[in-house]
């Protein structure tokens, strides 16, 4: 019989002071793996417009962010002991500017990535990531904290 674990990463950030008060970044959507299946490898891509993570970045047009995540490798059993992996791996974020026709950038959340401001003075900032619960994972429901810091450059 398979059981299901409900899962959850909390996204945070991290405020760097604003550049002349132009710059600011905010969380707007948690990391939600949802329902997890014992023993299943659960994946949340970053274009998920429901479960991934999502930040919002402004900054000043025509200048650079460096978007660097402090990433979780096990999130904790709320209200017991016990672990579950979780991993990141290129590709697992993406950046896009708010302006008609602005391109995707997908990265590696595992390594600072810079962002140049060319198409609007606004970003949003996705992340996914996947859980490999064991396949006697205890049941029950896991946190952990994820910090996009912002260098407004």
């Given amino acids: 019989m398979r059981r299901c674990l409900p899962i959850v990463a909390l996204g945070l950030l991290a405020l760097v002071p604003p550049l002349a008060g132009q710059s600011t970044i905010t969380g707007v959507r948690n990391l939600a793996f949802g ?5 299943v490898a659960t994946t949340v891509a970053p274009g998920d417009p429901i479960r991934s993570g999502r930040f919002y970045v402004r900054h000043i047009l025509g200048r650079q962010v460096q ?3 402090t990433l979780p490798t096990q999130l904790a059993r709320v ?3 016990g672990t579950l992996a979780i991993t990141f791996q290129n590709g697992d974020a993406v950046a896009q500017q708010t ?3 602005s391109p995707p950038t997908p990265f590696d959340p595992t390594k600072k990535k810079k962002i ?3 198409d609007s003075a606004d970003l949003f900032v996705n992340l996914g990531g996947r859980v490999s619960p ?3 994972q205890a049941t029950g429901s896991y946190i952990g904290t994820v910090i996009l810091t912002c260098t407004f450059l």
């Fill in 67 to 69: 978007l660097d995540f």
């Fill in 79 to 81: 209200g017991g002991g």
């Fill in 134 to 136: 064991t396949p006697t």
């Fill in 35 to 39: 329902v997890v299946i014992r023993g």
């Fill in 116 to 118: 140049k401001l060319t």
């Fill in 99 to 101: 302006a008609p026709g």
